[in-house]
């Protein structure tokens, strides 16, 4: 209870252990801060892991601990993926500076042997030499010293140094390589020590040295010869690879070894054959069985053989990424690449999946070939993603054609989930035919997607989708009525047709279908893909913020279809069918230069648009079950276009404040009328507290231009109570609903109170 006190008490942010919202990716930077720049303190030749955790641990309670932890291990695998990735950068400079370093120390090998032979040829001339100059005095003492040498016996070293050819000849003919490796050994040894003791004679030592010489070099061509054998089994490859490394040739050894390996993969290759009938699957399965399988042996090999040496791991690598790419190349060729043509999404993801599980029981040895693979295979699934997608935006184009824009369960021939369960058919969604055929294609694909998301590529299956949708969207706008004016909304449709949208039931079927889709069918079907892929950590959290992006841009997509919707039935209430308008200034000026007595009741425009909306929330009750926030929020933005347009308009406000007629008293108060049954009829419904605030700077503005006349407003007006009385009459005669049961107003009506506080508040407003 301490420890969670004291986190609770602690404020929060930085807590100087590292940085807030650490989030590591592989060479990336975090706040600014490189990876170089966090792994400086772990660089220092004086850096003890222990006094370091400690000094951090000490005042930190568990939770904090665990971020300490996920955050060090997230460090510890971008620096590994840092240095992976930099090495691969290097590779083909690392092998040619380790092939030159090579040849050059053979080359001084070849340098010294030769001084060594020119030196013991020069000692042995000067020797001869001397013998030359004895005086012939000695002639007769030299006799019998030879004399003397012949009747010795021949010294062991001298002969074996003579049986010496003749036993490595009988060694290397039957195939005893570590014995003849051995007696290699044993002769340069020999070699070493007669020439320091001078138990043999230079001339011996130098035929010594040469049938070394030739020797080593029969044993390596032998050896050689060996390895390049296709019935060479891995035992004797990886002894001959050994015993060239013995004799001092490892570069060739561990080429010949990866050339062997090369062969036997050829050989194995040329009995998997690609068929046009096959499944590339079994195909992609057959062919990586056996590439992995020899690369896995030739990782083996060469650990066995030479162990970790930077050299030979590098060409190691080099030559297992030649036999990754020509391996993708092949299965691009015979198995992507009628997927990608013919958008079998499934099909090419399958492929590609299993390429890189056999790729990752490598990456366990510290072999990775997955990011080869991904660049040839990315193009192709791409492009097999779309193709997926352009077949599912042609199938809904072609049935939006034709759709009757009713809302229906789906039908028998659709499943709009695709593969799910019987039990779940209760909870189908009412869509229209076009909607339904989107849903069940879009279901469809999450489901061939799936194994994209471990391959990143879920990135690119994700905007696709919202591109479709976006493009459904704008069919769905096309059908509204007034669209075929609309060039930006047809934009990008083509030769498409749709069918049009002619009643406001099947007006608002439109903005059900976007509105299901976008709101719960494809998030519900994405977070279901997700959760079969988990990730921890920032992973976690980098998905879950995608996701939300997401959703957000699925919303601004239906939003553009409702403001489409809102703008033509603004239009069509403020215009007339010859260019006139029903919201012009004359309406009001014109008031006091009648002769007629007027009628009190709000303008005919507001109380169509207070029936427009009466109406659609009557058809959106049934049409929106579950999500009656977004059929409030669609009336909300009708009212909002229609007074935002009075709020703007130029002409109107011209006539009103500047122009030759100025604004009556019978004016005014018709102005005003209107003005509260709006905000009356829609209080609480059909206006937000936006466009409320909207209202009220309209009405200051016209009493500004009343009061220019030399008038108080307060004197013309009638009583808010009046208004009040008017615009709930209007209300009651257009819904169909009494406002009592004797045709009186409630004096103590919570709907009273509400009308008179907002009457009341405009009032003041516009006095203020």
Not at 382 to 408: F, G, H, K
Not at 527 to 533: A, D, R, V
Not at 539 to 557: F, P, S, V, Y
């Amino acid at each position: 209870m301490a420890s969670a006190k004291s986190s609770r008490s602690r404020p929060a942010g930085h807590s100087g252990v590292f940085p807030v919202n650490a989030a590591v990716g592989a060479g990336g930077s975090d706040g600014g801060v490189q990876l170089a720049d966090k792994l400086k303190i772990f660089k220092t030749d004086n850096f003890d892991p222990d006094a370091y955790v400690q000094s951090k641990c000490r005042t930190m309670d568990e939770k904090e601990i665990r971020r300490l932890c996920s955050y060090l291990q997230d460090l510890k695998k971008a620096s590994a993926e840092e240095m992976r990735r930099s090495v691969y950068a290097n590779y083909a400079a690392f092998i040619r500076t380790s092939k030159e370093i090579s040849d050059l120390e053979g080359e001084l090998l070849s340098v010294r042997n030769l001084l060594s032979t020119q030196s013991a040829l020069i000692h042995g001339l000067s020797e001869g030499v001397q013998i030359d100059s004895l005086s012939t005095g000695l002639e007769g003492s030299a006799e019998q010293d030879i004399s003397s040498v012949e009747d010795q016996e021949p010294s062991e070293i001298w002969k074996w140094s003579t049986d010496f050819p003749d036993m490595l000849d009988v060694l290397l003919a039957e195939r005893r390589v570590d014995e003849a490796l051995d007696a290699l050994d044993e002769a340069e040894q020999i070699a070493a020590d007669a020439k320091k003791k001078g138990t043999l004679s230079t001339a011996d030592i130098l035929a010594l040295k040469r049938a070394i010489s030739e020797n080593r070099q029969k044993l390596a061509d032998q050896l050689a010869e060996a390895a390049c054998q296709s019935s060479t089994c891995g035992v004797e490859l990886r002894a001959a690879a050994s015993a060239l490394k013995r004799l001092g040739d490892g570069p060739r050894a561990h080429s010949l070894l990866l050339s062997a390996h090369n062969q036997r993969l050829q050989l194995n290759m040329q009995t998997i054959q690609p068929s046009s009938t096959s499944y590339g699957g079994a195909y992609t399965a057959s062919l990586a069985q056996q590439v992995f399988r020899v690369l896995a042996q030739a990782l083996s090999d060469s650990a066995e053989v030479f162990g970790d040496e930077p050299a030979y791991m590098s060409e190691l690598v080099t030559w297992a990424t030649k036999q990754a790419m020509s391996f993708s190349l092949l299965v691009k060729r015979h198995a992507l690449a009628s997927c990608a043509a013919g958008g079998g999404l499934r099909a090419a993801a399958e492929c590609v999946k299993i390429a890189l599980g056999y790729s990752e029981l490598l990456e366990a040895r510290g072999l990775s070939l997955s990011a080869v693979l991904m660049k040839q295979f990315r193009p192709s699934v791409e492009q097999a993603l779309d193709s997926n997608l352009r077949r599912i935006e042609e199938s809904t184009a072609a049935l939006a054609a034709a759709d009757d824009w009713v809302l229906t369960y789906p039908p028998t021939g659709i499943r709009p989930s695709s593969r799910s369960s019987a039990g779940s058919l209760a909870l189908q969604p009412k869509l229209s035919s076009s909607a339904h055929r989107f849903n069940s294609m879009v279901q469809d694909f999450f489901e061939d997607v799936g194994p994209l998301i471990s391959l990143q590529l879920g990135g690119s299956a994700m905007d696709g989708l919202l591109k479709i949708f976006d493009s459904y969207v704008n069919l769905l706008i096309s059908g509204l009525p007034g669209s075929v004016d609309d060039e930006v909304n047809l934009e990008g449709l083509g030769n498409k047709i749709v069918r049009m949208a002619e009643t406001e039931e099947q007006q608002l079927a439109l903005l059900a279908n976007a509105s299901l889709l976008a709101e719960e069918l494809l998030p519900r079907a994405a977070m279901k893909l997700y959760s079969m892929n988990p990730v921890r950590g920032p992973d976690r959290q980098n998905r879950a913020a995608e996701q939300r992006e997401w959703k957000r841009k699925l919303h601004r997509t239906v939003d553009k279809l409702r403001d489409s919707f809102c703008r033509q039935h603004a239009l069509d209430l403020i215009f007339t069918d010859d260019g006139g308008s029903h919201l012009s200034a004359d309406l009001y000026i014109n008031m006091d230069n009648t002769v007629e007595d007027p009628e009190w009741v709000p303008s005919l425009i507001f109380q169509e648009l207070y029936g427009k909306l009466n109406k659609m929330a009557s058809i959106a009750a049934d049409m929106f079950v579950g999500r009656e926030r977004f059929a409030t929020l669609l009336m909300m933005r009708l009212t909002e276009t229609v007074m935002l347009w009075l709020s703007e308009d130029q002409s109107f406000w011209e006539e009103i404040e500047e122009g030759p007629r100025a604004l009556g008293p019978l004016g005014l108060q018709q102005f005003y009328l209107d003005m509260q049954f709006v905000i009356l009829f829609g209080q609480g419904r059909f206006l937000s507290r936006h466009v409320h605030q909207v209202i009220l700077n309209i009405i200051d503005r016209a009493m500004a231009a009343f009061s220019a006349t030399g008038m108080d407003p307060d004197r013309v007006l009638p009583s808010d109570d009046w208004f009040i009385d008017v615009a709930q009459e209007t209300i009651s005669r257009i819904s169909g609903k009494s406002r009592v049961a004797n045709g009186e107003r409630e004096v103590n009506s919570p709907t009273a109170s509400v009308s008179a506080q907002s009457v009341s508040s405009a009032r003041s407003h516009s006095s203020s």
